[in-house]
């Protein structure tokens, strides 16, 4: 009576407490990130849909962990938000829960926590923005970002352009509008069969997104009756076939650290060599920035995700019965999928790019727990590449030398940008795709070998290394790198080398002193504490696993 009584206070019948199904909404609205700004409108989709279905919907706010301005980095609180997300879902009387995410790291985080608890999900991701248009031609969000920054660098274009450029690069509702990580997310979360199909690229300002919205809603309900959980969806299969899918998109590499953190929440074994060897025999079948030409929203109206889960399938390159949130296979939901534009969605036959030149893992005495590099990013003249290491400590030192007009930095040097891992930064920011020496730049040089222990964004380009493990801040050999030393890079061999004899890395090694801890209390304080290295996910080592739905010391 209490419960119900509280509850009456927003004026719900007594109808409403009749045994239905309770469905949380856990909604990461914010109007400090931008991405999940309309999330309040999707929110009341899906309400209407449990409704409909029956059941009792009740919306309550997970932190939005939006990477546009929140510092040092939304990675930074990616595991906290999940920690947030999975205690509100247990600790509340809910039956079953949809998700509405957003920015990049809000899609992972809901998962995680979601798949910690097990108890039905379903999500829902916010949608791309419209296309970005600037003097007659697409621009995407991020991509050109980075683009326009060198070509300021360069003398090229004025600030009062890129002042102009700003407004025309994200003019609706709704996440990055390339295939970065917010869309890479997305997509991962319809191909491990968590999200309804074709719903991962409708844009966000489309009547369509919310028309999915209302359906996930009405599907929640039936789910929890069928007692659908996570976790017999997001089976090794499904992550399986989510590696293949990331590839043939050209998704984001932060989709490694998303996956293997998930993974670990759920008990599925998958290693960081899983993401190289499941997709070599994928090609790249989708034309989109950063890797090409196209947006999220022409690939949307191509066809979307089912057109590119079908060409897979058809191939013999998906696990056409892995279970979905539809109740069910992923073969049964994509068999019907049509390309609409064959210039956005290439055939396997005639893809974009060849197999192999996805995501690689290197491996090497400079990364012996795995470093990543996104080939179909990179100049492929630079995949094979031996140079002079100009190292700098934070990625702050770098940029303050970046535009020295005298910077002894050549273009066959290699930079190398330590201290930006899970510990050593801390949160493991996007600061590795760091912009050329400007001197470079006006020279007409258009790219560098770049190698950082952090994370790239997913809209970012370049060859660019990221990931090294372990990182430098606790010791890992990227911490023994000296200015003058030769690096060899060879992503057809899978290899990253420090050409320095071991006994001189030895010697280096007992000069090492590890950095002052980032904090001596608070989050940061946990986090650097407790977090795992890039190639097992940056999770907090107490946050893997399953813990289930039931409260402990449970009173009635």
């Known amino acids: 009576m209490i419960y119900r009584s509280w509850m009456r206070n927003q004026g719900f019948g007594a109808g409403v407490f009749d045994g239905r199904p309770v469905i949380g909404i856990a909604s990461t609205w914010s109007e400090l990130a931008p991405c999940n700004a309309h999330l309040d409108r999707v929110a009341e989709a899906v309400k209407r849909g449990v409704w409909q279905a029956g059941g009792f919907p009740l919306v309550f706010p997970v932190m939005a962990t939006g990477e546009t301005l929140i510092r040092p980095t939304a990675m930074f609180y990616r595991n906290l938000m999940a ?150 969806i997001m089976t090794r299969a499904a992550f399986e076939n989510a590696i293949r899918a990331n590839a043939a998109i050209g998704g984001s590499t932060n989709a490694i650290v998303h996956l293997l953190a998930l993974a670990g929440r759920l008990g599925v074994e998958l290693a960081l060599d899983d993401f190289d060897e499941l997709a070599r025999p994928v090609p790249t079948i989708v034309d989109l920035m950063p890797s090409g030409r196209y947006l999220m929203e022409d690939f949307c109206y191509a066809g979307g995700l089912p057109v590119v889960l079908r060409e897979l399938a058809e191939a013999g390159l998906l696990d056409r019965e892995a279970m979905t949130v539809t109740g069910a296979t992923i073969g049964a939901n994509v068999a019907g999928a049509e390309c609409f534009d064959p210039a956005v969605i290439t055939p396997l036959s005639e893809p974009f790019q060849p197999a192999g030149s996805g995501t690689a893992v290197l491996r090497g005495n400079l990364a012996p727990a795995g470093a990543v590099i996104k080939q179909s990013a990179a100049s492929p003249e630079l995949l094979t590449h031996r140079g002079r290491a100009v190292v700098f400590d934070r990625p702050e030192d770098y940029h303050a030398v970046s535009d020295d007009p005298d910077t002894d930095i050549e273009a066959e040097d290699i930079i190398v940008i330590r201290g930006a891992g899970p510990r050593g930064y801390p949160g493991m920011p996007e600061v590795a795709n760091v912009p050329l020496p400007a001197k470079l730049l006006k020279a007409g040089v258009t790219d560098m070998v770049r190698i950082c222990d952090g994370r790239m964004s997913g809209t970012g380009y370049g060859t660019v290394v990221l990931h090294v493990a372990p990182e430098a801040a606790v010791g890992g050999p990227l911490a023994l790198v000296r200015t003058g030393d030769t690096i060899e890079l060879n992503v057809p061999a899978r290899t990253l080398t420090l050409d320095v004899s071991e006994d001189e890395l030895a010697r280096r090694r007992e000069e090492w002193h590890a950095p002052e801890a980032a904090a001596d209390s608070g989050f940061a304080w946990l986090y650097t504490e407790h977090v795992l290295q890039a190639d097992r996910g940056a999770d907090f080592g107490f946050l893997v696993g399953r813990r289930g739905s039931a409260v402990p010391r449970e009173s009635h």
Not at 115 to 138: C, E, F, I, W
Not at 210 to 228: C, K, N, S, Y
């Open 83 to 232: 920690l947030q997300a999975e205690e509100l879902i247990r600790a509340n009387p809910l039956d079953g829960v949809v998700l509405l995410s957003g920015c990049d790291k809000t899609t992972p985080g809901l998962l995680m926590g979601a798949a910690s608890v097990d108890l039905p999900a379903v999500m829902v991701t916010g949608g791309p923005m419209l296309n970005g248009k600037y003097r007659g031609q697409d621009v995407g969000s991020g991509t050109h970002v980075w683009k326009f920054e060198e070509e300021m660098k360069a003398g090229r274009m004025t600030r009062e352009e890129c002042a102009v450029a700003e407004g025309c690069m994200a003019r609706s509702n709704g996440h990055c509008m390339t295939m970065g990580t917010a869309s890479t997310m997305a997509c991962m979360a319809e191909a491990l069969g968590m999200q309804l199909p074709g719903s991962a690229t409708w844009p966000a300002v489309d009547a369509r997104r919310f028309e999915v919205a209302q359906e996930a809603g009405q599907r929640i309900v039936a789910m929890v009756e069928e007692d659908l959980r996570p976790s017999a």
